[in-house]
């Protein structure tokens, strides 16, 4: 009884070593040689200090930037450590409300733009931290981020095409466009 108690020990000893050391260090590691951008969170830099991920979508609410998708995190939109939907059901009216409210503010924020609002700025993602929306959703904002800021309608086009990315491998997903990254474009472009 006692050698299977001590050979189950030396097991469970040896298994955490490799499953909980050995392994996690040599994953971390070839992580840090292959993809190190990535491993370290696909930080995006200016000025020497990290302002977001281009994984990780941030708030914005002026007029001269583009809007993301909405966040349902909690306590505050885009918390990467509350990850996760807003679980409301498509016939909750709690989903039917939160989605004419941000129809709502995004006619309210250009009046003029009579086109048809994007779903994704009106519905949160599964993770609730989307850092894209979709071209039709950058789109439909240019025409209110050129008059804030004072743009030309081609120019801030121009800058939607460069943050752009296409499908994965040109056949997986969908078009997205890096909110952020747009958003710094904008910031440069007008300095």
Same mark, same amino acid.
């Given at each position: 009884?006692?050698?299977?108690?001590? $050979?189950?020990?030396?097991? /469970?000893?040896?298994?955490?070593?490799?499953?909980?050391?050995?392994?996690?260090?040599?994953?971390?590691?070839?992580? &840090?040689?292959? @993809?190190?951008?990535?491993?370290?969170?696909?930080?995006?830099?200016?000025?020497?200090?990290?302002?977001?991920?281009?994984?990780?979508?941030?708030? @914005?609410?002026?007029?001269?930037? @583009?809007?993301?998708? /909405?966040?349902?995190?909690?306590?505050?939109?885009?918390?990467?450590?509350?990850?996760?939907?807003? $679980?409301?059901?498509?016939? $909750?009216?709690?989903?039917?409300? #939160?989605?004419?409210?941000?129809?709502?503010?995004?006619?309210?924020?250009?009046? !003029?733009?009579?086109?048809?609002?994007?779903?994704?700025?009106?519905?949160?993602?599964?993770?609730?931290?989307?850092?894209?929306?979709?071209?039709? #959703? #950058?789109?439909? &904002?240019?025409?209110?981020?050129?008059?804030?800021?004072?743009?030309?309608?081609?120019?801030?086009?121009? /800058?939607?095409? !460069?943050?752009?990315?296409?499908?994965?491998?040109? /056949? @997986?997903?969908?078009?997205?466009?890096?909110?952020?990254?747009?958003?710094?474009?904008?910031?440069?472009?007008?300095?």
């Amino acid at each position: 009884m006692s050698r299977l108690i001590r $050979n189950a020990l030396v097991m /469970l000893l040896l298994m955490t070593v490799i499953t909980g050391i050995a392994y996690p260090l040599v994953v971390t590691g070839l992580a &840090q040689v292959l @993809f190190p951008s990535q491993a370290d969170g696909s930080l995006i830099v200016k000025n020497g200090r990290p302002i977001g991920s281009a994984l990780i979508g941030q708030s @914005f609410t002026s007029p001269k930037y @583009f809007w993301g998708r /909405l966040s349902a995190t909690a306590p505050a939109p885009y918390t990467a450590t509350a990850s996760s939907p807003s $679980n409301l059901g498509p016939t $909750n009216p709690a989903l039917a409300k #939160a989605a004419s409210d941000r129809i709502a503010a995004l006619r309210a924020a250009d009046p !003029g733009n009579t086109a048809q609002v994007p779903v994704d700025l009106v519905t949160a993602s599964g993770s609730g931290l989307d850092a894209e929306i979709s071209p039709a #959703a #950058a789109e439909y &904002q240019a025409g209110r981020v050129a008059r804030a800021r004072g743009l030309p309608r081609d120019r801030v086009d121009e /800058l939607i095409a !460069g943050a752009t990315r296409g499908r994965q491998w040109g /056949l @997986f997903g969908e078009p997205g466009v890096n909110v952020l990254a747009l958003n710094m474009a904008l910031d440069s472009a007008v300095k």
